[in-house]
């Protein structure tokens, strides 16, 4: 167990449907990170918060919107779904938020977009 | 492009038999940080060895080691005398200093199949 957390789970929508992926960091952790693990393109990384500010952004699409919280939790949402949305999304956390940091992932939300 | 190759899709093994994933990687900055996580059938990435571009010297930890040569861009990793509980999919990442916020880069996965 990492100490991260992601809810939900599991997640089944609809084309057009908009959804909120939530993740808590490790105790102590200041950094979240986003991913999508998808069939085509692997593990992508789409954004990064420190302490509430974004800090680093990658191929996220603008359908796709973060923030993070006082409290450091973060949330993704994904808005007007595809079915090329359809993945594995994952965030990780870190103390400091630097390259020197090792993430610890949580265990995923799977999103099917039928 | 690609910064980090895993050339081998699948690797089966018999267990007690050593494996050895290959990771290739493309950087042009001299700080870096080299990661190995492992993604068992559950889905869960977890974590299992760094290293940084400083340090060549090459560590056995339990059952894995690791083989990092700057010269060559490879950062081999072997599981010894592997048991079914490796089975597993395995990543290779690359981290860069020119993104100093840590972003990790990973290859497309080597699936590493042990059967009893």
């Known amino acids: 167990d990492s100490g991260v957390t992601q809810t939900p789970k599991h997640l089944i929508t609809a084309t057009g449907q908009r959804v909120t992926l939530r993740c808590s960091p490790r105790?102590?952790?200041?950094?979240v990170y986003w991913y999508q693990q998808s069939l085509d393109q692997g593990l992508q990384f789409l954004i990064q918060y420190y302490n509430g500010e974004e800090r680093a952004k990658g191929n996220i699409l603008e359908r796709f919107s973060a923030q993070q919280f006082p409290d450091l939790h973060s949330e993704l949402n994904l808005s007007s779904l595809e079915l090329g949305d359809s993945a594995l999304y994952f965030c990780?956390?870190?103390?400091?938020?630097?390259?020197?940091?090792?993430?610890?992932f949580g265990p995923g939300t799977r999103l099917t977009v039928l | 492009a690609q910064k980090v190759t895993q050339a081998q899709t699948e690797i089966s093994v018999v267990e007690k038999e050593d494996v050895t994933l290959d990771c290739v990687y493309e950087?042009?900055?001299?700080?870096?940080?080299l990661f190995w996580y492992k993604q068992p059938p559950s889905g869960e990435l977890v974590f299992l060895i760094r290293?940084?571009?400083?340090?060549?010297q090459n560590e056995i930890s339990g059952r894995y080691s690791w083989n990092f040569q700057k010269s060559t861009s490879s950062f081999n990793f072997t599981i010894t005398a592997s048991q079914v509980v490796d089975s597993a999919v395995y990543f290779c990442a690359l981290s860069e200093a020119n993104d100093s916020w840590g972003k990790l880069q990973f290859g497309a996965g080597t699936q590493v199949v042990v059967t009893p």
């Open positions: 950087t042009r900055d001299t700080t870096y940080y």
């Open positions: 290293r940084n571009s400083f340090d060549e």
């Open positions: 990780a956390s870190t103390r400091g938020g630097s390259l020197t940091d090792t993430q610890y």
């Open positions: 105790s102590g952790d200041l950094s």
